[in-house]
């Protein structure tokens, strides 16, 4: 029996002429988030984004519903998660289902650990560096692309969502906003009244 091939992390590489592409379309400096299109236990997910900041997988309460699931699938967990804004959300708990990059023979399943959060996103889940070294995969910000090694033991590309990852971007940002805005109403303070002698009309007047 001829021995199965050892997976090996690829270093990011990319044929020229999608490098080319990929150049033109983002420039060569760009703020564009990666957003790619991932398949999380039987269920297409278009807005998943890759975070290599974060530390856990998130799945937000909006698509775990969406799954058909209910929360007593979920393992109990306090640990606080922090959003985009600073501010901090106990989740619901944590899951554990297979993810899928790629389609058919090109594909890679792992299965990975979720922490379902109750909160508004633009996004329905989040990816962390963990789950992607499981995926043997390198992440290249500038060119948008997750290279990864295929159960199969090829090479291959997932391209990101630059308009959607856009479209989410800006969505994050009305949240975000939103929510300072809110919590800035109730802190800041009241704007100190001028001192009595100060007003109009209230100068003291000269002895006649």
Known sequence: MKPRAEKVVPELTVIPGDYFI???????AHNDLLVIT????HNEDRRCLVDTGAYTNILYKSTYNEMGLSDTNLIPNSDLIYNFSGASVIPLGTIQMPIKFGERSKCIRVMTMFTVVDAPAAYNCIIVSETLSAAFASVSLRA????????????EVIHGD????RQC???SIKVVKKGLGGDQKRKTPEPEQPAEAEK???KPTEAE
């Open 22 to 28: 990929i150049v033109n379309s983002v420039g060569k």
């Open 144 to 155: 948008l692309t997750v290279v990864y090694i295929s159960d199969a033991v090829s090479s």
């Open 162 to 165: 630059k308009l959607l990852g």
């Open 38 to 41: 991932t398949e999380i236990s």
């Open 169 to 171: 971007n800006m969505t």
């Open 200 to 202: 109009p009309g209230n």
